[in-house]
């Protein structure tokens, strides 16, 4: 059964960089079928998609992070990161990260999401 | 980006109740549309894809319907283990975007 764990620090400051990392159980992040993706989730705005990475490193990301995020994989440890520069008090959430599928008009875009991992929360304070 | 508004934000029903949640794109989506199940403290789970296909190990008391920009997720015999909140999720242009979540309690 794949399972996805997110880590990383629950405090980040003001301006500072965000890290998460993915680890993925159950299965292989190399697989041709899928993608793994971020989304973050707060009472304000709700679920956010954040990005997708495939295996062989080709991202897609939400032109509302565009310039803040960047996601990559590393296939020997099974796991995907997420790094968001300059974080502001607006990026408290909750982070996910997920398996994500492959569909659309021409059968290669990210469509759905699942399953996810449990979440992480992230809080940004000084 | 494509708004999706889903309504209403909350309701309740009775238990064995029927359930209907809507949700509107702001332009034409296709079928390109998932549904998502978030029970308290936990994370989403996609229950339908497609607008109507059911994911494996789904059960059939939860359906789905709808293409273009209107969409109507069902849950029948509506149980206590149901109370979650459900949301839509767009995929026909990125980003994926997320309707606000229905939360459904019973009456």
């Known amino acids: 059964q794949l399972q996805l764990q997110e880590s990383g620090p629950g405090l980040v400051k003001p301006s500072e960089t965000l890290s998460l990392t993915c680890t993925v159980s159950?299965?292989?992040?190399?697989?041709?079928?899928?993608?793994w993706g971020w989304i973050r989730q707060s009472p304000g705005k709700g679920l956010e998609w954040i990005g997708n990475?495939?295996?062989?490193?080709?991202?897609y990301y939400n032109p509302s992070f565009k310039s803040r995020v960047t996601i990559s994989v590393d296939t020997s440890k099974n796991q995907f990161s997420l790094k968001l520069t300059s974080m502001t008090a607006a990026d408290t959430a909750m982070y996910y990260c997920?398996?994500?599928?492959?569909?659309?008009?021409?059968?290669?875009?990210?469509?759905?999401?699942?399953?996810w991992g449990q979440g992480t929360q992230v809080t940004v304070s000084s | 980006d494509i708004q999706m508004t889903q309504s209403p934000s909350s309701l309740s029903a009775a238990v064995g109740g029927r359930v209907i949640i809507t949700c509107q794109a702001s332009?034409?989506?296709?079928?390109?549309l998932n549904w998502y199940q978030q029970k308290p403290g936990k994370a989403p789970k996609l229950l339908i894809y497609?607008?109507?296909n059911l994911q494996t190990g789904v059960p059939s008391k939860f359906s789905g319907s709808g293409s273009g920009t209107d969409f109507t997720f069902t849950i029948s015999n509506l149980q206590p283990e149901d109370i979650a909140t459900y949301y839509c999720q767009q995929y026909d242009h990125l980003p994926l975007t997320f309707g606000g979540g229905t939360k459904v309690e019973i009456k």
């Open positions: 990475i495939y295996y062989s490193g080709s991202t």
């Open positions: 332009q034409d989506i296709s079928n390109f």
């Open positions: 159950g299965g292989s992040i190399t697989s041709n079928n899928y993608y």
């Open positions: 497609d607008a109507s």
């Open positions: 997920a398996r994500g599928g492959k569909g659309g008009w021409y059968g290669n875009d990210p469509n759905w999401l699942d399953p």
